[in-house]
């Protein structure tokens, strides 16, 4: 929905649910990188899938509003009159993403037997989850994936099967006009990015480590056996946040 | 209905070369010097042909004068085009969109269009190919000064090429919508779209000299422990380490559903 400016509220409103599916997702990439162009017959089972920058569900809503005129009189009003406020909020999918694996002194080519072209991938053994959750330390579950064994072809997992947690956000500004000539104003503007200070988780530790390609134990996970948190940057948790609340304050001279 | 012509770069001092796999001969390919041991047990580089021993850092070198250094290898001007792939001519790209009022009241609208696109491939898989023999050639000199350079063997590795596909299809996106523009109350109107692209000839590399997954637990090409250090993997062991071969022949789709997009018209 746009509604123009008029009566002092300026608002927008859109949703759009989308999907982008495909081998690649980048102009010219890599040939040893995740998802690079197989040699065998297997690159369409193997690589397509989610795009990077697949985002499906995306909601924003923009609104400028003007309030009211408080006071007639003209002392009053030049403290009272002129205040707008205005906010932009934003919905949108997280971004999709792969898991990996280090298996000491071994790398994921080894594995496959072959060179220079990607090599196996994460296995799954139980129910990974979406990839996301309320919970920094359980953004899926750690427990769900094993190496993949000699002899892989690195069909062990699709890409890009888990999505990073949603962009949630709300950025609002407060401005206030002064008249310095009939036609000159000066406005003095306070932005909020991120108003709320709302956090929002963004990259997550993806890599599994394990002992060895003998004992596949994974010794990264963030909790022991009995569910006490052991490894606050283990597998499965939040490496990165995105900005916090950041504010600025300007001055505009408008004639 | 649009018309383009997308003119292959080419490097006008004509020094890119390119790698033609249609032209490779493997019978003409240049020997390597083999990992190998001599009399008193050391490991040394053998040529496989001659038994001639070097020492050991020569293993996978070129053997002089073995084979043909520019198997499958041409340059730019010399019985190929100058742009080192086909130059594709006249692209044609028809475009059709229309609307169309359904009541003829102005309350119900469908508008849709469909159309083709061609993108120009970007200039870094012409730029690498500058890099290709026999402009470019990277011998190695060991155990020596600088003023002995050319008193020694300088010995060629296998060269690790760039090359293009030569048939030069343009990267080509098919964009198409479909909507609905409904008029609500209030002067507003409620728009549902579908929005989708589709990709097809878009860039991507592949190495054409990659071994087969599996390659390395064959027993036949597996190195002897001893001799494994100076000749990783033994897959470098062929006359081209690598070539990173460029093909314009990946998909790509997108598509977006974009609802409810409520536009209020009234005029201020």
Same mark, same amino acid.
């Given at each position: 929905?746009?509604?123009?400016?008029?009566?002092?509220?300026?608002?927008?409103?859109?949703?759009?649910?989308?999907?982008?599916?495909?081998?690649?997702?980048?102009?010219?990439?890599?040939?040893?990188?995740?998802?690079?162009?197989?040699?065998?017959?297997?690159?369409?089972?193997?690589?397509?899938?989610?795009?990077?920058?697949?985002?499906?569900?995306?909601?924003?809503?923009?609104?400028? =509003?003007?309030?009211?005129?408080?006071?007639?009189?003209?002392?009053?009003?030049?403290?009272?009159?002129?205040?707008?406020?205005?906010?932009?909020?934003?919905?949108?999918?997280?971004?999709?993403?792969?898991?990996?694996?280090?298996?000491? @002194?071994?790398?994921?080519?080894?594995?496959?037997?072959?060179?220079?072209?990607? @090599?196996?991938?994460?296995?799954?053994?139980?129910?990974?989850?979406?990839?996301?959750?309320?919970?920094?330390?359980?953004?899926?579950?750690?427990?769900?994936?094993?190496?993949?064994?000699?002899?892989?072809?690195?069909?062990?997992?699709?890409?890009?099967?888990? =999505?990073?947690?949603?962009?949630?956000?709300?950025?609002?500004?407060?401005?206030?006009?002064?008249?310095?000539?009939?036609?000159?104003?000066?406005?003095?503007?306070?932005?909020?990015?991120?108003?709320?200070?709302?956090?929002?988780?963004?990259?997550?530790?993806?890599?599994?480590?394990?002992?060895?390609?003998?004992?596949?134990?994974?010794?990264?996970?963030?909790?022991?056996?009995?569910?006490?948190?052991?490894?606050?940057? @283990?597998?499965?948790?939040?490496?990165?946040?995105?900005?916090?609340?950041?504010?600025?304050?300007?001055?505009?001279?408008?004639? | 209905?649009?018309?383009?012509?997308?003119?292959?770069?080419?490097?006008?001092?004509?020094?890119?070369?390119?790698? /033609?796999?249609?032209?490779?001969?493997?019978?003409?390919?240049?020997?390597?010097?083999?990992?190998?041991?001599?009399?008193?047990?050391?490991?040394?580089?053998?040529?496989?042909?001659?038994?001639?021993?070097?020492?050991?850092?020569? &293993?996978? #070198?070129?053997? !002089?004068?073995?084979?043909?250094?520019?198997?499958?290898?041409?340059?730019?001007?010399?019985?190929?085009?100058?742009?080192?792939?086909?130059?594709?001519?006249?692209?044609?790209?028809?475009?059709?969109?229309?609307?169309?009022?359904?009541?003829?009241?102005?309350? &119900?609208?469908?508008?849709?269009?469909?159309?083709?696109?061609?993108?120009?491939?970007?200039?870094?898989?012409?730029?690498?190919?500058?890099?290709?023999? !026999?402009?470019?050639?990277?011998?190695?000199?060991?155990?020596?000064?600088?003023?002995?350079?050319?008193?020694?063997?300088?010995?060629?590795?296998?060269?690790? /090429?760039?090359?293009?596909?030569?048939?030069?299809? %343009?990267?080509?996106?098919?964009?198409?919508?479909?909507?609905?523009?409904?008029?609500?109350?209030?002067? %507003?109107?409620?728009?549902?779209?579908?929005?989708?692209?589709?990709?097809?000839?878009?860039?991507?590399?592949?190495?054409?000299?990659? !071994?087969?997954?599996?390659?390395?637990? /064959?027993?036949?090409?597996?190195?002897?422990?001893?001799?494994?250090?100076?000749?990783?993997?033994?897959?470098?062991?062929?006359? &081209?380490?690598?070539?990173?071969? #460029?093909?314009?022949?990946?998909?790509?789709?997108?598509?977006?559903?974009?609802? !409810?997009?409520?536009?209020?018209?009234?005029?201020?």
């Amino acid at each position: 929905m746009n509604r123009r400016f008029q009566k002092g509220l300026l608002l927008g409103v859109n949703y759009t649910w989308s999907k982008a599916l495909g081998t690649q997702g980048q102009d010219l990439p890599g040939i040893n990188s995740f998802g690079a162009p197989r040699i065998d017959g297997n690159q369409r089972s193997a690589n397509y899938g989610p795009q990077d920058f697949d985002r499906r569900h995306n909601f924003n809503v923009s609104w400028v =509003y003007e309030l009211p005129r408080a006071t007639t009189n003209k002392l009053f009003g030049y403290a009272l009159n002129e205040w707008q406020l205005s906010g932009i909020y934003r919905y949108q999918t997280g971004a999709p993403y792969n898991i990996g694996f280090t298996v000491p @002194g071994i790398s994921a080519y080894t594995l496959t037997g072959t060179q220079t072209i990607e @090599g196996g991938r994460i296995a799954v053994v139980g129910d990974p989850g979406k990839g996301t959750s309320s919970d920094p330390y359980r953004q899926f579950n750690a427990t769900a994936f094993t190496t993949p064994k000699p002899g892989s072809l690195g069909l062990e997992t699709g890409r890009n099967f888990l =999505y990073r947690s949603p962009i949630n956000s709300w950025d609002l500004s407060l401005a206030k006009r002064f008249a310095i000539t009939e036609k000159a104003k000066l406005e003095i503007r306070l932005d909020a990015f991120n108003a709320l200070n709302h956090t929002q988780f963004d990259s997550i530790n993806s890599t599994l480590i394990v002992r060895s390609l003998t004992d596949p134990t994974p010794t990264n996970l963030p909790f022991d056996a009995s569910g006490n948190l052991v490894n606050r940057n @283990g597998f499965g948790t939040i490496s990165a946040v995105r900005p916090p609340r950041n504010m600025q304050l300007s001055a505009h001279i408008q004639f | 209905m649009r018309f383009y012509i997308i003119q292959p770069q080419y490097d006008e001092d004509l020094q890119t070369a390119n790698f /033609l796999p249609d032209r490779f001969n493997a019978a003409d390919a240049p020997r390597l010097y083999r990992p190998g041991k001599d009399a008193a047990g050391n490991r040394v580089a053998v040529d496989p042909v001659t038994g001639q021993t070097l020492a050991a850092v020569y &293993i996978g #070198r070129i053997v !002089p004068n073995s084979g043909k250094l520019l198997n499958g290898v041409v340059q730019a001007g010399a019985g190929i085009e100058k742009g080192l792939y086909k130059n594709r001519g006249i692209h044609i790209a028809p475009r059709f969109g229309f609307a169309y009022d359904v009541s003829g009241k102005q309350n &119900i609208v469908i508008r849709g269009g469909v159309g083709m696109f061609y993108d120009r491939p970007q200039g870094n898989v012409v730029f690498d190919l500058v890099r290709n023999p !026999p402009t470019t050639l990277e011998p190695t000199f060991n155990f020596g000064r600088l003023q002995d350079i050319g008193t020694g063997p300088l010995l060629l590795a296998p060269p690790s /090429l760039v090359a293009y596909d030569r048939q030069g299809n %343009s990267p080509t996106t098919y964009a198409f919508n479909i909507g609905v523009q409904y008029k609500l109350w209030l002067e %507003s109107v409620l728009d549902v779209s579908y929005v989708g692209t589709v990709g097809s000839h878009l860039l991507q590399r592949r190495n054409l000299n990659a !071994p087969a997954y599996g390659a390395a637990y /064959l027993a036949q090409i597996r190195t002897p422990r001893w001799l494994r250090a100076q000749c990783p993997g033994q897959l470098r062991c062929r006359w &081209i380490s690598c070539v990173r071969f #460029r093909v314009s022949g990946t998909s790509r789709t997108s598509s977006r559903l974009q609802a !409810p997009t409520i536009t209020r018209c009234k005029p201020r």
